[in-house]
């Protein structure tokens, strides 16, 4: 149990950091690419694992930390740039989709009423 509370605060603090670089980055006018973030997250790993056969493990530790920052960075980045693209067209195709199937209270339905036209909604 210790240690899913440790990893939660890891992760709380990898996301401050993150959020705070981020903030940090715009008031300096950088903006990077959400794709770069998505890119760099995995990269930043790969890379030194294929250029060199053993990696340090302090090295190795702070190559994951920078995954998580770059992934996290890139998550944030994109539900950003969806709550803008949200903010311009608020009509999206997401809110007139049919009720899925355990929504079968929502369907229209269909009543016989006899004659040519027999099932109408």
Same mark, same amino acid.
């Given at each position: 149990?210790?240690? !899913?509370?440790?990893?939660?605060? =890891? #992760? &709380? %603090? +990898?996301?401050?950091?993150?959020?705070?670089?981020?903030?940090?980055?715009?008031?300096?006018?950088?903006?990077?690419?959400? !794709?770069?973030?998505?890119?760099? =997250? #995995? &990269? %930043? +790993?790969?890379?030194?694992?294929?250029?060199?056969?053993?990696?340090?493990?302090?090295?190795?530790?702070?190559?994951?930390?920078?995954?998580?920052?770059?992934?996290?960075?890139?998550?944030?980045?994109?539900?950003?740039?969806?709550?803008?693209?949200?903010?311009?067209?608020?009509?999206?195709?997401?809110?007139?989709?049919?009720?899925?199937?355990?929504?079968?209270?929502?369907?229209?339905?269909?009543?016989?009423?006899?004659?040519?036209?027999?099932?109408?909604?």
């Amino acid at each position: 149990m210790l240690y !899913w509370l440790l990893v939660f605060g =890891a #992760f &709380l %603090v +990898v996301l401050g950091l993150t959020q705070w670089l981020l903030v940090w980055l715009k008031q300096h006018g950088v903006h990077i690419n959400r !794709w770069i973030f998505g890119l760099a =997250a #995995f &990269l %930043v +790993v790969m890379i030194p694992h294929v250029v060199v056969k053993h990696v340090p493990i302090p090295v190795d530790a702070i190559l994951y930390i920078l995954c998580a920052v770059f992934a996290i960075a890139f998550m944030t980045e994109s539900h950003t740039v969806l709550l803008h693209y949200e903010k311009e067209h608020p009509t999206t195709p997401a809110k007139y989709a049919e009720p899925g199937p355990r929504e079968w209270w929502r369907r229209p339905r269909l009543v016989y009423t006899g004659g040519e036209r027999s099932w109408q909604k």
